[in-house]
């Protein structure tokens, strides 16, 4: 139990639900499944049950303890493990995911033996580089050996599939052009091997730019979101799509005022650098209207354009570690201390949030 009410993260688990079950609606309609994926909430694990309920058909995070979580939890559709595993967690990896994302040999290697020390079979999706530059094998024949390896060689290995994610290092969009080049891939894989993949994974949630143009290629049928559900945010700010068919507000963050006082807006005195070594620029707007409130960069991270007032004028003019600076003056309303500011947040911050034991999260379902 927490000494403290704020900063509070109230998550509201019903709406998680929701946004999952329309999600899954949406995509069921191009005969695409869906992975809820946990890390951008570090995994709380009424999450996972909150998407499991909302009909996704299994859960997926980028961290072993996450997923493991989620079992304990009681939930009960396949867990993925959405990171290259570690050789060093394998034998976890085995125990507790059924499938895992997979682009080096060597790893392959270490999990079919521990597959067939722990009498299971372990899935693998094999990732294609598409020229996002994370994880995923480059050359075509790599990816297509290592396919026939795992079909033909690792009895303690099913190949599930192929997938790709982009997105993420190289900021590339997942266009017609690159699901199809994914498509190609799955195919000669298919002719290799002579049967059909049971998934093309097309991607992540800003895949669902495709369903919403409608272009999304025939072959493509799994999807891992976990970014549509949870903030159904970056379509909407980064292409222009409106997600209002989504609830945008999973997540509130409430930070309680602790000074309210009219100040220069320019420091006075000798400037060298922040808390944090930066050199920021100050503006000389005159004496200004305050709020100083009890959340900093401690709790949502290292920006505050991470996070977003809902009272109309507010705007926040710098933080550290633990305190966040308001300029208030243009705001109709009288704040006051002791009152409550809520704000909405974004990917960055949510890892934060979730994950910081300074903020009090608040789990609500009505
Ligand atoms: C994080 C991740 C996802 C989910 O991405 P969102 O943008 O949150 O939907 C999907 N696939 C992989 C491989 C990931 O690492």
Redesign the pocket.
Known sequence: MSVHSYPKLEIRLDYLRENTEKIVKLASEFGIEI?G?I??ATGIPECSLMMEEGGAASI?S?RIEQLIDAKNAGVKIPLIM??IPMISEAEDIVRYCDIS?NSEIEVLKALNKEAISQGKIHKVLL?AELGDL??GFWERYEIQEAALMVEEGFDGLYLQGV?V?L??YGSLDYTVDKLEELIQIAEDIESAIGRKLDWISG????TIERLLEKDIPKRINH??????P?LAR?LETYHGYDMSFLHKDVFTLKAEVIEVKNKPSYPFGTISVDAFGNKPHYEDRGVRKRALLGVGKADYGSSIENIFPHVEGVKIIGASSDHTILDIEDVAEDIKVGDVLSFNIN?GSMIFLTSSRNVVVELIKK
């Open positions: 992975t994926v890390k951008g997926a980028s959405l990171r994302v990732m994370r994880e997938g994610n997105g993420c991607g992540s949630s800003r999807f891992r979101v976990g970014e549509a949870l970056d990917y």
